[in-house]
């Protein structure tokens, strides 16, 4: 999948707000007023991720966590849901998917094999998430081709871990 086209930021340094200086030839105090400079600019791709949680807290959760993070995100409610809109091509330019293991329908794990299949999508990374700490379950979905697994609740640390790898 073609990665996103990078969107510039500049870097910036703030010096510290108005301070009183003594200034012998304007007869005694003035305001030095704070300036922004800028610095080299910093190419910082945007991630687009794909979270998908039949749990609207869980959405809610990691939708927060990875827009504080400045990623774009997209939620679905089912993996079902996630498919139809990735093979109608209305959802583009998904570099990664975040999905919740088990959910009704069709469950994460079977979403990531459909992916897997799929030509077209195949090469879009999969992470399932779960409350649930089975390792037996954990295997098969980093054996079916999954980035990697995460628990339950999920931290910003996890996120900001999982993001940082998918950029390399």
């Known amino acids: 999948m073609a990665a996103a086209a990078p969107t510039p930021a500049a870097a910036t340094m703030t010096l510290p707000l108005a301070q009183k200086v003594s200034s012998p030839k304007a007869g005694g105090d003035r305001k030095v007023v704070p300036v922004m400079v800028a610095d080299e600019a ?19 959760v990691i939708a927060k966590i990875l827009r504080s993070s400045k990623y774009r995100v997209t939620t679905v409610d089912s993996a079902t849901r996630a498919l139809e809109l990735l093979g109608l091509g209305l959802i583009t330019d998904v570099d990664m ?72």
């Open 42 to 60: 910093v190419q910082v791709p945007e991630m687009h991720v794909l979270a998908v949680d039949d749990s609207v807290v869980d959405r809610a």
């Open 97 to 168: 998917i975040i999905t919740d293991y088990w959910m009704p329908g069709m469950t994460g794990y079977e979403l990531l094999k459909r992916l897997k299949e799929s030509s077209d999508l195949r090469e879009i990374p999969v992470v399932i998430m779960s409350s649930e700490n089975v390792p037996t379950r954990i295997t098969r979905c980093l054996e079916e081709g999954a980035e990697d697994f995460l628990l339950k609740p999920v931290r910003p640390s996890d996120v900001s871990r999982l993001c940082s790898r998918m950029i390399r």
